[in-house]
């Protein structure tokens, strides 16, 4: 089973910018598709990001897009969210995702890290 632990959240001024990542154990995690997600106070999670297998490809909530952008390195077991111009709306805690598939409304995840903090000041 791939256990996933996120770091890098904190506090950041509107405007500002982090990076987000999510460390892998195991020797599949190059074999899986990968995602962030978020839940802001009072919300549901919701979709930010997902990345193919190979990095080729890549999605975005439009709610990011332009903005954020999730990169991996399969060397490292590594993913990635970089965050840019962020916003106080951007304030959530951010949890990576392993083999993240869509249905519709709906998502089947394999595995949730537990997630890191970040917050947005205006």
């Known amino acids: 089973q791939v256990q996933l632990v996120e770091s890098g959240g904190g506090l950041v001024q509107a405007g500002g910018s982090l990076r987000l990542s999510c460390a892998a154990s195991?020797?599949?995690?190059?074999?899986?598709?990968m995602g962030w997600f978020r839940r802001a106070p009072g919300k549901e999670r919701e979709f930010v990001a997902t990345?193919?297998?190979?990095?080729?490809?890549?999605y975005y909530a439009d709610s990011v897009k332009g903005r954020f952008t999730i990169s991996r390195d399969n060397a490292k077991n590594t993913v990635y969210l970089q965050m840019n111009s962020l916003k106080p709306e951007d304030t959530a805690v951010y949890y990576c995702?392993?083999?993240?598939?869509?249905?519709?409304?709906?998502?089947?995840?394999?595995?949730w890290g537990q997630g890191t903090q970040v917050t947005v000041s205006s």
């Open positions: 990345i193919s297998w190979s990095g080729g490809r890549t």
């Open positions: 195991g020797r599949t995690f190059s074999s899986y598709t």
């Open positions: 995702a392993l083999d993240p598939k869509n249905y519709g409304s709906s998502w089947s995840i394999g595995s």
